[in-house]
């Protein structure tokens, strides 16, 4: 499950934007999800610290440490998928001191291998994000509802209603292209006020409940795949209810397993024996010439090779 084409770079963001063609990024947190993400297409995965919901249980983002981001950032990256991957900075992470922000910065580049960052909020985040891309790090801007201030904000409500908010908010959206964000996330901002912002400024912006007029479009891997049953945003469309489909799957497989039904004769290896007398699909036994614990074949392939290809 590849990406056949070129791979993309941070440079996709500027020419679609120009192109007027519409980005399309999704989250991903392991190596078989931005696999996924990858081979359908997508032009950017996201390692969001939503993570700390869909993955590790957390009833908010505020849990999640640079720890838990750079160890699924990793995940992730192993993936190869050909495509930017932008990880959230937790919160925590960027709060303390410019040298502190860069510093975590600096481990999800180096340690994660992710292509940038995202940084939640505006004007009180300038400095920080000027400072990370002063250090070569490019980043992700990120307005409207911002999940990391959900204490402060009272929960998570629509935000930027009002001419006030509304004004505030594309202040900051210039403020954030001007500091050199390559692009910037709006969410749960109202979709008229999303699109004025999308027409005022150079960058692409990402809406996750802000409406069609933004640049592109972000959701989160397990809520458009149907396998959280959490919070479902009314900005949320489920394409696929691939939790259901896991739960049937593994039912029928414990049902088959309690009437003996699995496995199958198609299943197991045969007891086919070699010149030397050595079971072909079996390791070495103690005394029988070769390294306790040796299941390396001759050719190097590994043990699992006659099982990639098949083999009785």
Do not use: W
Not at 29 to 45: K, P, Q, R
Not at 79 to 107: C, K, T, W
Not at 191 to 212: E, V, Y
């Amino acid at each position: 499950m590849q990406r056949q084409e070129k791979p993309l770079n941070l440079r996709i963001f500027a020419k679609n934007k120009r192109l007027g063609q519409k980005l399309a990024v999704v989250t991903a947190y392991d190596l078989t999800s931005a696999m996924i993400v990858s081979a359908g297409g997508a032009d950017a995965i996201l390692v969001g610290d939503s993570l700390g919901m869909v993955i590790l249980g957390h009833e908010n983002t505020l849990p999640v440490t640079m720890d838990d981001m750079v160890h699924h950032c990793r995940s992730v990256v192993r993936a190869r998928p050909q495509i930017p991957v932008i990880a959230d900075m937790p919160y925590g992470s960027f709060h303390v001191s410019i040298e502190e922000s860069v510093r975590n910065a600096l481990r999800l580049v180096k340690d994660a291998g992710v292509t940038a960052v995202k940084i939640e909020g505006g004007r009180q985040r300038l400095e920080v994000i000027e400072a990370l891309i002063s250090a070569e790090i490019p980043v992700m801007g990120h307005l409207g509802l911002t999940p990391q201030s959900v204490n402060r904000l009272g929960g998570y409500r629509v935000q930027g209603r009002g001419e006030k908010a509304a004004a505030r908010m594309l202040d900051e959206a210039r403020m954030l292209a001007k500091a050199g964000c390559f692009s910037m996330v709006l969410e749960c901002v109202p979709s008229d006020l999303a699109s004025r912002i999308s027409g005022a400024i150079p960058i692409p912006t990402i809406g996750i409940g802000a409406g069609a007029g933004c640049d592109g479009q972000v959701l989160v891997f397990h809520d458009m795949l149907g396998l959280f049953d959490g919070i479902r945003p009314r900005f949320v469309k489920r394409y696929a209810n691939l939790g259901e489909q896991a739960r049937k799957a593994i039912s029928c497989f414990v049902e088959e397993v309690r009437q003996g039904v699995f496995p199958g004769q198609e299943h197991v290896y045969g007891s086919q024996v070699s010149a030397q007398g050595q079971g072909l699909n079996q390791a070495g036994q103690p005394g029988s010439g070769r390294n306790d614990g040796d299941v390396s074949h001759e050719d190097g392939q590994g043990y699992l090779a006659d099982v990639e290809n098949g083999k009785d």
